[in-house]
């Protein structure tokens, strides 16, 4: 009788195609159960060392942050320049903290959050080139020099000996720097795809994650501290206004080309 019933059961899974799909539902159900072996779990040291290593590569490779913090330590000075790169670092905090809070991920499912933010980062950092290109202008200069004689002329001695003030005051730089970054969609994705490869397993997430973002910070810091320090050796020479305005237009043209990939990024 059982051996009846069996046959019947192969005739009828040879005309309805059954060895096919209880092959399919074994692969299927292998692949599922692949997923869920575990995995070793990453060391919460593993994971800081990881990252850090990881971190530091990144923070190194010459970009646009690099480029400002050079071009402020040159022009500026390092105080100023220094500013700068603690507003980039706030920014990355900022993403760091939004990434931690889940908020970062809206940029990841809304393309109008992401085409919003790329469209003003792309703006500001097209005005920022502008204004660095605008300066270096002939004319312009030849007409800020007429006009900083006339003050000096009409000043007592003590005046004419300071120097020009600068333009732009440290806590503008400061928030120059964090724009740059906390307008720039990319880093967000970065943060959001990048912070969670190094959260072991049973650890707090949003307090991993603020870490991590703190580590990333302290490393931006020091390199920039590094770079303001490279400077100070050059500065007769940086202080020339030819190199001063070679630097403007580098720095200028950097700013615009990061601004227009930017703005014609397709996602």
């Not at 980062?121 to 312009?140: I, N």
Request: net charge positive; aromatic share 8%; charged share 15%.
């Amino acid at each position: 009788m059982a051996g009846s019933v069996e046959k019947s059961e192969l005739r009828e899974a040879r005309h309805d195609n059954r060895p096919a799909q209880r092959y399919t539902s074994r692969r299927r159900i292998a692949n599922v159960n692949a997923a869920l072996i575990p995995r070793p779990a990453m060391t919460a040291t593993a994971a800081l060392l990881a990252f850090t290593l990881a971190a530091a590569i990144l923070t190194i490779t010459p970009g646009l942050d690099t480029a400002l913090v050079l071009r402020t330590a040159a022009v500026e000075g390092g105080r100023r320049a220094l500013m700068a790169g603690l507003g980039i670092c706030a920014g990355c905090l900022v993403w760091g903290a939004l990434a931690a809070l889940g908020l970062g991920s809206l940029l990841a499912v809304s393309t109008l959050a992401y085409d919003t933010l790329r469209i003003c980062a792309a703006a500001y950092l097209f005005y920022l080139g502008a204004k660095l290109l605008w300066r270096t202008f002939p004319r312009r200069k030849a007409a800020a020099g007429a006009l900083q004689s006339e003050i000096q002329s009409k000043a007592g001695p003590e005046t004419r000996s300071q120097p020009a003030p600068a333009t732009t005051s440290a806590a503008g730089w400061f928030l120059r720097g964090c724009l740059t970054n906390a307008l720039n969609p990319k880093v967000g994705v970065f943060y959001i795809t990048f912070l969670p490869q190094f959260i072991p397993a049973g650890a707090d997430v949003l307090r991993f994650s603020l870490l991590l973002a703190t580590i990333h910070a302290v490393l931006g810091v020091l390199w920039f501290a590094l770079l303001v320090a490279a400077t100070r050796p050059l500065t007769r020479w940086l202080s020339r206004p030819a190199v001063m305005r070679g630097l403007d237009r580098m720095t200028g043209a950097v700013f615009i080309a990061f601004g227009l990939r930017l703005a014609l990024e397709k996602r």
